[in-house]
Structures are given as structure tokens and as C-alpha cells.
């Protein structure tokens, strides 16, 4: 058996981790043979591979970023695109291909072996945690960790010079980064995706943090948007998936609580320092289990599936599933931060 590696989407801490985890074992255990495929899907489009052996994995664990590279190339926008990964497989002699990825790298694998035959396994990759198939994906909790000990690190300067910080994190639709960052860094205010904010609402919260001597800190996802309103961007511009690229609410934000309580703001966008660097301690073990689970798959010819974490479990759901929706923050979630909003 010969298996193939990819790594799609942004970048994750953890990514290295699934690979060590899914080489060792296959080696080790099952004898197998494996090639990485370069940059995502423009991998095997482009046939750019590199070898994949046990040396290759060595020394990986606590690294960010993944060997592999990555890319958002979408073979279905390329001309022959499903037929060119066809021709490298074939040429690469590899019965089996490992997605790991997030919505778009997992869904492109639910079509190249739903419509197409090709055996793929999908393992959930992606910092904002909203694959509804599993509890967590590795990569949040490390990003939840930089934003909280940036917020902590806020909360000192902001109180220096009595201004309110505003601090943007990312998560595109959906509020989980925002929600445990904000809750764990002890954020005035918490703005997510999932609920459209009143902005007269969120500067009294401010004013009632400046009456009791405190500067606030406004933690607010980048896919948040207001009442009265579309979803602020900083440009139209879109990836090859059809999704438009997020930030700029941030910065919107600030000029209109300084326009509305003459208070000075300033903004902190956290940016991609939320994707990089070593991975938290959770995200190296749950990414390693993630890993030795797609290679069983692999094994039991259980392809079209994804692994997932249910609870502490790792169990097995269709690709397709996987994919269908996001998984957002509840509402009665979002409300038990409302305690301390103001």
C-alpha cells in the first residue's frame, strides 16, 4: 500500500503533527509506503511530491506550520483538474490520499471520492472549530491561547493610558476564537459572528466600564457585523473557493466608538500570529490521534470518511457530513458571557 499526504487551507499548528502521526504508524505497523503532495491540492494538479518516510517525520511534533506547504487551490476550478490528480496518483502509484484539512480541502475530497471513485480520508483541520462532524479541530485551542495571553497582555496598556483596545481575531463565520478568548482574557465586550451587534449597546458597555475607573477591552471576530449593516471588509477580493477574505471590522469599530463616546481606541488585529508558532499541548495530542485513526482507515478501506472527536473518542463520519454545515456558537452559549459585557 501507497498513501498519499496532503495539507489544504490555511496553515495549522498541528499539521506536522497528523503527519508524524500518520507515517509512524503506517510504517511501523502496516508497512506502507508514503509521498507528500506539495501545497494542497496543487499538489497532485502539478505533480510536485516529496518523499515521506520515517526520517522525514522526525523532530516535527512541536513544529507550526505544516512540511507539506499548503495552499487554497480548488482542483475543480482547473482546467482537467480531476483528471491530472488521476495521472498523479497513478504515476505515484498511490492507492489512497489523506486530506487534512477544513471545509474546502475536506469538501473537495467528499467530491473526488463521492463522484469520482478516488479512496480519500478527510482529517479536520482548522483554527475556527466549525466543522459540525466533531467536537474540536486541532489548531483551536493554540489559537484561542495567543489571543487570550494577547488580551491579557492588552489589558495593562489599556488601563496605562485609559482607552479602550479594541482586538480583532479571526474565525471568519463563526465566533469561537472570539467567545473562549474573550471569556478566558476577561474582554468588557465580545462581538461574534452569530449575533449582529448593537452599536449603541456596545458603547454604553464601554461608558459603564469607564465609569468604574476601567478600560475596556472589546474583543470582536472578524465576521462580526452590525445591526445596521453589512459585514465590514477591508476589500471584495475572494479566494478560488468563492470566499471573500475578512478583517477590517476592527479597525471600522474603533472610529466609531471614539465618533460615539470621544474616548480614544485603538485596534490590535491578531491576525495570522493565531495560525503560527508551536501548537498548544491539546492540539499536539489530539492532531497525533487524528493522525493514527486516518491511517486505520486507510487499513480497514474505510474511505469517504473523516475522523472526528466525539467526547474523548475518535470515531469515523462521511465526508459528506462533514462538510454540510458550520458549526456556530449558540446562543445560550454566547449569552453566559453576557455576565460580564460592560
Not at 188 to 212: H, M
Not at 264 to 279: D, I, K, S
Request: a neutral charge.
Amino acid at each position: 500500500m501507497r498513501v498519499g499526504v496532503l495539507t489544504g487551507g490555511g496553515d495549522c499548528p498541528g499539521l506536522n503533527a497528523v503527519i508524524r502521526g500518520i507515517v509512524r504508524k503506517g510504517t511501523q505497523e502496516y508497512g506502507y509506503d508514503f509521498v507528500g503532495f506539495r501545497d494542497g491540492w496543487r499538489g497532485p494538479l502539478e505533480g510536485n511530491t516529496i518523499p515521506l518516510g520515517i526520517p522525514a517525520v522526525r523532530g516535527i511534533l512541536p513544529r507550526g506550520g505544516t512540511i507539506l506547504g499548503s495552499s487554497r487551490t480548488n482542483p475543480f476550478k482547473e482546467a482537467d483538474g480531476v483528471r491530472r490528480i488521476n495521472e498523479t496518483l497513478a504515476k505515484q502509484e498511490a492507492d489512497a490520499l489523506i486530506a487534512i484539512g477544513g471545509e474546502d480541502t475536506l469538501g473537495v475530497a467528499a467530491r473526488l471520492h463521492g463522484e469520482y471513485g478516488i479512496p480519500c480520508v478527510g482529517v479536520p483541520k482548522t483554527i475556527d472549530n466549525d466543522l459540525s462532524a466533531t467536537d474540536y479541530t486541532f489548531g483551536f485551542d493554540t489559537a484561542v491561547g495567543v489571543a487570550t495571553e494577547a488580551i491579557d497582555r492588552l489589558h495593562t496598556t489599556a488601563e496605562s493610558h485609559m482607552r479602550v483596545l479594541v482586538v480583532e481575531v479571526m474565525g471568519r463565520h463563526a465566533g469561537w476564537i472570539a467567545l473562549h478568548s474573550g471569556l478566558a482574557g476577561g474582554a468588557n465586550v465580545i462581538l461574534i459572528p452569530e449575533q449582529r451587534f448593537d452599536l449603541g449597546q456596545v458603547c454604553a458597555w464601554i461608558d459603564s466600564r469607564f465609569k468604574a475607573s476601567y478600560a475596556p477591552i472589546v474583543v470582536v471576530a472578524e465576521g462580526a457585523m452590525p445591526k445596521d449593516g453589512e459585514m465590514v471588509l477591508k476589500d471584495g477580493s475572494k479566494d478560488s473557493f468563492g470566499h471573500v477574505r475578512l478583517s477590517g471590522v476592527g479597525e471600522w469599530l474603533a472610529k466609531q466608538i471614539e465618533a460615539r463616546t470621544g474616548k480614544e481606541a485603538r485596534t490590535t488585529v491578531l491576525g495570522h500570529t493565531q495560525r503560527g508558532g508551536t501548537p498548544s499541548a491539546f492540539d499536539r495530542w489530539l492532531a497525533t490521534r487524528f493522525g493514527l485513526h486516518a491511517i486505520d482507515a486507510v487499513r480497514d478501506g474505510d474511505f469517504g470518511k473523516m475522523v472526528a472527536l466525539r467526547g474523548t473518542d475518535i470515531v469515523r463520519v462521511p465526508l459528506a457530513d462533514a462538510t454540510a454545515k458550520l458549526k456556530t456558537v449558540d446562543p445560550a452559549l454566547y449569552a453566559e458571557a453576557g455576565v460580564f459585557f460592560g
